[in-house]
């Protein structure tokens, strides 16, 4: 499981994403970044998808 958060996000505290995160035994990358953080940093979350797709081969 790969879990992108942005860590400007005041959607969820970012305590909460973390220790989801380490809960599901998850690759995490943070990101300083808004709740969507798809949006405004589309280039940083395609580049962690591609790596995750990689390493699954």
Known sequence: MV???GVRSRG???GT???MAKR???HSV????SHSVAVSQPKTVAGVIEK???ATR
């Open 52 to 54: 995750a797709a990689r």
């Open 30 to 33: 943070e990101v300083r970044a």
């Open 3 to 5: 879990s992108s958060k």
């Open 12 to 14: 969820l505290m970012v």
């Open 24 to 26: 599901a035994h998850a």
């Open 17 to 19: 994403q973390r220790y």
